[in-house]
């Protein structure tokens, strides 16, 4: 367990020494503060170093690598399940790559660099949104499910173009992260879902919408279920409980948070937008107590939720901001705790205890 306490203690440690600083005009530090890129980097290497049976299906994507390799091209196509994009992806980092462990390497960057682009430029708080990253399940999935994490690597992609209002760009991207996992289907909303305007008075119809949607979780999600198709729709068909409602309440309570904490005149579009993909999470995750397929769907757009919530800390003029900063300290604190209390006992994707590949 060590090399996750290191990867949490030491951007901490760097932040607790960069809010010191700021008090000590005689030695200078840079504008910004590199705790998120510390965090993803030491996120990379563990990714990077990790040893073929950390990740309940890492070896498997191992075994792929090394497959596809000693194949043609359509033969691996019709001899994989995965989804086609991604077979040929790897078939091209066979003719480039030597060796698994590389090829684990690439992938991990190809993953987390994009995510680590978007903390670095949009955080306002890196310490919160680095302990809200923590306790989704983004976090692990980068351990385990590797076609899925290079989707989730075009979610960043897709929402600079959605920002500078290039549709066809967004959709073209979204379609490529599709044929790496049909669950990224879900991106091509991003476009619309960020320009919409959602304003607090809307509760009154998203409340009821909400509600709606969780007694009747069963029915609605048989009428989207064949849009992933026949496979997902053959292996996905029997609902199940997940036991996500814990995400539930948290979801619940964030967008109570974000729609009546700030003031609506401090909120710039990125937060605007954020808070609208937040409004669609909490929908996604009333399916996701039936499926894991719904839960995974989510996935592409919790790292913007992550970053949601500190910007809504920072537009609450009601309070005074020392309080605001306790309650900043507060969910930082919190989160933390609560991700080190979860690795102790959830290890669905086998990322418990982490193993360097030379162990």
Not at 247 to 263: K, R
């Amino acid at each position: 367990m060590i090399p996750y306490y290191v990867l949490i203690g030491a951007p901490l440690l760097f932040a607790l020494f960069h809010s010191l600083s700021l008090d000590r005009p005689l030695h200078p530090i840079p504008r910004k503060n590199y705790t998120i890129v510390l965090f993803f980097f030491l996120y990379f290497l563990l990714l990077a170093l990790r040893r073929g049976d950390v990740g309940v299906d890492t070896a498997g994507y191992l075994r792929g690598f090394t497959r596809f390799g000693n194949m043609p091209l359509a033969q691996a196509f019709l001899t994989s399940r995965w989804e086609p994009g991604f077979v040929a992806f790897t078939k091209f980092l066979t003719y480039i790559i030597p060796t698994k462990q590389l090829f684990l390497a690439v992938m991990a960057g190809l993953c987390v660099f994009p995510i680590a682009h978007l903390f670095y430029h949009e955080s306002e708080d890196d310490v919160t949104g680095m302990a809200l990253y923590l306790i989704f399940p983004n976090f692990m999935m980068l351990f385990s499910g590797m076609r899925q994490s290079l989707a989730m690597a075009f979610a960043p992609l897709i929402f600079y173009a959605v920002r500078q209002r290039r549709l066809w760009l967004s959709l073209i991207l979204a379609g490529v992260a599709t044929m790496l996992h049909n669950s990224a289907l879900i991106l091509f909303v991003m476009y619309p879902l960020y320009h919409i305007r959602l304003r607090p008075k809307h509760l009154f119809w998203l409340i009821p919408g909400y509600v709606f949607t969780f007694f009747n979780s069963a029915r609605l999600y048989y009428l989207f279920l064949p849009l992933f198709g026949q496979d997902y729709a053959d292996r996905y068909e029997e609902l199940t409980q997940t036991g996500a409602t814990t995400m539930i309440i948290l979801f619940s309570l964030f967008v109570a948070y974000a729609f009546l904490a700030p003031n609506e005149e401090l909120m710039d579009k990125d937060t605007i937008g954020f808070r609208n993909i937040l409004v669609l999470v909490l929908f996604i995750q009333m399916f996701a107590t039936i499926s894991p397929l719904t839960m995974r769907m989510n996935y592409y757009f919790l790292p913007f939720v992550a970053l949601l919530i500190p910007k809504i800390s920072h537009r609450i003029t009601r309070v005074d901001r020392r309080y605001v900063q306790l309650i900043e300290m507060g969910l930082a604190a919190f989160f933390l705790l609560y991700h080190l209390v979860k690795i102790q006992s959830d290890d669905t994707l086998n990322i418990y205890p982490y193993h360097f590949f030379w162990q």
